[in-house]
């Protein structure tokens, strides 16, 4: 890996920041190391424990960005009229390191990752509920189970990203993957995969699921 020092204008610690993310894309956190993430910055390990304290704090701090940059792209998402925030982040090219450490964050299965998945729910509700105002999604019932759900949709394909891009016959990460798999997800969300009729059986089938929840049924203007 290429180091990101010499006429790089960023500071120090967003240096190293971003050299953590794309080696714990990369590796893991388990197997990224602090004096590699300082050689991939271009700087000393004691300058990374200075300005991070321990692995821990430095890894917090990847998750806090990360986090709120796909904030920020999901944001743009619902301003420019896209759904995908992950299509939004990839469209930058130095932020496909932050799908990647999205990726390897859920693989890893860490509090560290269940925290960013539970502040993803809480940001994609907030959004989503901001994009029913404008008109451009459709009102919900259950809006934090639609939230958690497309939330984890969005992840299972970055945890099989690899395997999508094999399936699609394109390269991973790849704006020609993004794209393709972008127009895929449109057409679900857009039209449905279910016809009217088969849309109503699924329905009336899960008031006969047995569980101990009231099933609710959808707005007519939910409907397909």
Known sequence: MSSVAGSDDRTAAARIRDAAI??????G??????????????VSPALVLHHFGSKEG???????????????SKQDAVESGTTDPFAALAGVEKSLSHL?????????????????????????????QLS??????????????????????????????????RG?????????????I??????VLTHGVFTDARYADAWQATDRSGDDHTA?????????
């Open 22 to 27: 794309a080696l714990f894309g990369e590796l």
């Open 132 to 165: 029913v105002a404008k008109g451009l999604l459709r009102p919900s019932e259950a809006p934090h189970d639609r939230a958690v759900l497309m939330v984890a949709w969005q992840f299972g394909g970055l945890v099989l990203h690899e395997h999508v891009a």
């Open 100 to 128: 990647r450490y999205l990726s390897r964050a859920i693989r890893d299965g860490s509090p560290a990752a269940s925290r960013l998945f539970d502040e993803m729910v809480a940001e994609s509700k907030r959004v989503m």
């Open 58 to 72: 430095l890894r917090a701090a990847c998750d806090e960005y990360v986090v709120a940059e796909y904030r920020r």
């Open 216 to 224: 609710m049924e959808p707005n007519e203007e939910d409907r397909p």
């Open 29 to 42: 956190t388990d197997k990224a190391t602090i004096r590699g993430v300082a050689a991939a910055a271009g």
């Open 168 to 180: 699609m016959g394109a390269e991973p990460f790849s704006t020609e993957l993004t794209a393709r």
């Open 182 to 187: 972008a127009r895929a997800a449109l057409e």
